[in-house]
């Protein structure tokens, strides 16, 4: 073990503690294996499993609506997008075209989805410094979305609303209101959350040039979404392979080059106005139509491999389905985005102080079903 | 570049493509794919980052699939210079002992993706730094995403 003198009568040395599982800033059961050296980090090795449910080995036995249903329980903060994922999958792999109202009713969501994931993350990142205000700020505006899921999809949380084809029902006489009434609540509230953290002179010196990601190493290390966007590598799975309604839409890809904990955080509130905005140029124009095309009761696949992108509030997932043209696939892959985000913890937390970890760790937004699957 | 310019300038890499199992196909799948014999993966692989005109620099899922008498490690790679996306996979023939060279070295996301199929399917990376479970605990037997795994306490087979 390394040790160093100090003044001749001290020794400092190194030595592990655990964080987690049960730990409140590792968001879900994540136990981390610090090794530290005073408060300074040597090594952060996370331990994984703890809520690993073999979901990829479940799929192989289901059929293909039975598998969205299995996709809410990864990313609980963004199911509706998981759903999405797959059945835009199983769609491309039928050559099923769904109608226009489908696809933009399922952007509005998507974009619900994110803001309320964010929201989430804001309340909680302002926890993890010490703030407890904004825990309580960040869960009453995404009380409002989710009583709007609550009404149009029928839950809250794993919404279940998508199925292969289109939605599973017509969205609810109230939703245009709603998501309008909402849009106006929530424009009054981001400058009120800026007031709060983003201009808070505490709040920035506890993330400012801290936990610092180069482009090169974003790259290298899988990151997407806000945390690959916050080292300036421009990785929107919106902008370079849109899906659904995101070709009509204009919105801005949220990108700082500072990478470090204050960059992540200003990527997500930036985010924030840019779902509003997308939200904005749709909301008005639902087309009218068929809320889904029939599909087989039974559905099988063509022989071959499908891959879909989707961009969830944490980065891309990718979904991966090989088929052998039965009605169960082959096999099924999820490529989660916190897998890759969490991999790289610790290199940008390595040589900072242990203070300084809870912080980083609340600026990836690790979610950790979706790790462990 | 386009699928057949890809193609193109890959195959000119090698004197002998048939000798390395180089092989291109776009069928059943929507990108370009690309299989090679397992013991010159790492080779092309760290090829296809360092090259100025394919520039993959960006591994976005790293899997395994059991095909029954063999394992297939796929990876999919795209360029942010260009993005274009190209597979590339490999099947290893010996279920008993499953070797293949890691690829952690060129991309380090690799890592953990590769503890994955390690876990999972018990794919064995050489030269892989931290060759641990991911998931499941060390006592663990059996790899559960195996087609011949059985576990008939805790699986439902419909």
């Known amino acids: 073990m390394e040790t160093a003198t100090i003044n001749n009568n001290f020794k400092s040395e190194e030595y592990f503690i655990n964080m987690g599982p049960q730990h409140p800033a590792t968001h879900g059961v994540l136990r981390l294996l610090l090794t530290i050296d005073g408060e300074i980090i040597k090594k952060v090795e996370p331990d994984l499993g703890y809520i690993h449910r ?3 080995k479940m799929c192989e036995n289901d059929s293909y609506q039975q598998i969205v249903h299995l996709t809410d329980r990864m990313d609980y ?3 509706h997008i998981n759903n999405e994922a797959v059945c835009l999958a199983v769609e491309n792999a039928l050559e099923l075209e769904v109608p226009d109202r489908v696809k933009v009713i399922r952007t509005i969501l998507d974009e619900l ?12 990142m302002g926890m993890d410094v010490g703030a407890l205000t904004s825990y309580f700020y960040g869960f009453r505006d995404r009380e409002m979305i989710n009583d709007i ?8 949380l794993t919404m279940n609303y998508n199925i292969p084809g289109g939605l599973m029902h017509d969205i609810h006489p109230n939703f245009v209101r709603r998501v309008k009434e909402f849009i106006t609540h929530f424009k009054t509230k981001i400058p009120e959350y800026d007031r709060l953290l983003t201009g808070n002179i505490i709040f920035q010196k506890r993330t400012k040039g801290v936990g610092i990601l180069n482009k090169v190493d974003a790259i290298s290390f899988g990151a ?3 945390v690959g966007r916050a080292s300036g590598y421009s990785c929107d799975v919106r902008k370079y392979h849109p899906y659904s309604a995101l070709d009509r839409v204009h919105f801005n890809e949220a990108l700082h080059t500072d990478g470090d904990s204050y960059a992540r955080y200003l990527v997500r509130i930036q985010e924030m106005w840019e779902s509003i905005s997308i939200i904005e140029q749709l909301i008005d124009y639902i087309p009218d139509g068929d809320h889904k095309v029939a599909t087989n009761a039974v559905i099988k696949l063509p022989k071959g491999e499908y891959y879909q992108k989707v961009e969830t509030a944490r980065g891309e997932l990718g979904v991966y389905i090989v088929s052998t043209g039965t009605k169960n696939p082959y096999r099924v892959k999820f490529r989660s985005p916190g897998l890759s985000n969490l991999s790289l913890l610790n290199h940008i937390t390595v040589g900072g102080k242990i203070g300084d970890l809870v912080a980083t760790m609340a600026t990836i937004d690790i979610v950790v079903p979706d790790i462990d699957r | 570049m386009t699928n057949q310019e890809l193609q193109d300038l890959i195959t000119g890499w090698f004197t002998d493509p048939a000798a390395v199992k180089l092989e291109f196909t776009e069928e059943g799948s929507q990108f370009l794919n690309l299989s090679i014999h397992p013991d010159y993966l790492h080779e092309l692989m760290y090829y ?8 993959f620099d960006y591994l976005f899922c790293l ?11 796929v990876y999919h790679l795209e360029s942010t210079d260009y993005r274009h996306i190209m597979v590339v996979r490999s099947k290893i023939e010996d279920r008993e002992n499953p070797e293949i060279e890691s690829v952690q070295d060129i991309w380090a996301t690799a890592n953990f993706h590769e503890r994955e199929a390690f876990d999972l399917f018990g794919i064995r990376f050489k030269n892989h730094p931290n060759l641990k479970r991911l998931f499941l605990s060390e006592d663990f037997e059996g790899y559960p ?6 576990d008939e306490k805790n699986m439902v087979v419909k």
Do not use: Q, Y
Not at chain 2, 48 to 55: A, D, G, P, V
Not at chain 2, 145 to 150: P, Q, T
């Open chain 1, 54 to 56: 073999s979901i990829e």
């Open chain 1, 77 to 79: 903060l963004s199911s």
């Open chain 1, 113 to 124: 989805t994110r803001i309320s994931s964010h929201c989430l993350w804001w309340g909680v």
């Open chain 1, 149 to 156: 899921f609550e009404e149009t999809c029928g839950a809250r």
């Open chain 1, 224 to 226: 997407t979404g806000p």
């Open chain 2, 48 to 55: 296809l980052k360092l090259n100025r005109n394919t520039s």
């Open chain 2, 63 to 73: 899997t395994g699939i059991d095909w029954g008498k063999e394992l297939e490690v």
């Open chain 2, 145 to 150: 995403l195996r087609k011949d795994f059985v």
